[in-house]
T-cell receptor, first 114, second 116 residues
Framework: EAGVTQFPSHSVIEKGQTVTLRCDPI?????LYWYRRVMGKEIKFLLH????????ESGMPNNRFLAERTGGTYSTLKVQPAELEDSGVYFC????????????FGSGTRLTVV | AQTVTQSQPEMSVQEAETVTLSCTYD???????LFWYKQPPSRQMILVIR??????QNATENRFSVNFQKAAKSFSLKISDSQLGDAAMYFC?????????????FGTGTLLAVQP
């Protein structure tokens, strides 16, 4: 089966610009997650979709971040306007059910805000 | 709130030797899952091993095994017969058992270098 696909793999934008990250989960996986790792720090949870609904968005840092999952398939994470502290690697993951066996992660999008 | 601590930012091991990566966590829950993930330079994170807290037996996957000490809240990863392909960033992660959210709580990672 195809894995979790994220693109772009790398994005460099200027402060104040807008960037949209995309994640295509494994087909049939209702659960989709976004995580972020800022350099040298832990990977932090951002939010969790079940199909098209936001199950948990407690990790979203502020209202400059907007995540959507229209139709319960792929998801986008938009950052508008981007700030320097938004730089990091954004991971997407998907799972079936309760994910007691963990998730399948994508390769991440490295976002650099300059 | 649950936390995960990896106190070794970097480790190094000789090929064919054994290395142990440390992880401690804090939780008030009695049932939970613990994971070790590996992120090689290609960046996709891969699940290495998983432990259910209610199982006393330590999980083992080929050359990878854990030392799970529930009372001490410790979950270390042992890699035996280290290979060059084991070089990667290793993340320890915690997840509540059940609950409405499946979110993982990660440590800061340990970068493992394997010397030929």
């Amino acid at each position: 089966e195809a894995g979790v696909t994220q693109f772009p793999s790398h994005s460099v934008i200027e402060k104040g610009q807008t960037v949209t990250l995309r994640c295509d989960p494994i087909s049939g996986h209702d659960n989709l997650y976004w995580y972020r790792r800022v350099m040298g720090k832990e990977i932090k949870f951002l939010l969790h979709f079940v199909k098209e609904s936001k199950q948990d968005e407690s990790g979203m840092p502020n209202n400059r971040f907007l995540a959507e999952r229209t139709g319960g398939t792929y998801s986008t994470l938009k950052v508008q306007p981007a700030e320097l502290e938004d730089s990091g690697v954004y991971f997407c993951a998907s799972s079936q059910g309760q994910a007691s066996y963990g998730y399948t992660f994508g390769s991440g999008t490295r976002l650099t805000v300059v | 709130a649950q936390t995960v601590t990896q106190s070794q930012p970097e480790m190094s091991v000789q090929e064919a030797e054994t290395v142990t990566l440390s992880c401690t966590y804090d939780t008030s829950e009695s049932d939970y899952y613990l994971f070790w993930y590996k992120q090689p330079p290609s960046r996709q994170m891969i699940l290495v091993i998983r432990q259910e807290a209610y199982k006393q037996q330590n999980a083992t996957e080929n050359r990878f095994s854990v030392n799970f000490q529930k009372a001490a809240k410790s979950f270390s990863l042992k890699i035996s017969d280290s290979q060059l392909g084991d070089a990667a960033m290793y993340f320890c992660a915690y997840r509540d058992y059940g609950g409405a959210t499946n979110k993982l709580i990660f440590g800061t990672g340990t970068l493992l270098a394997v010397q030929p």
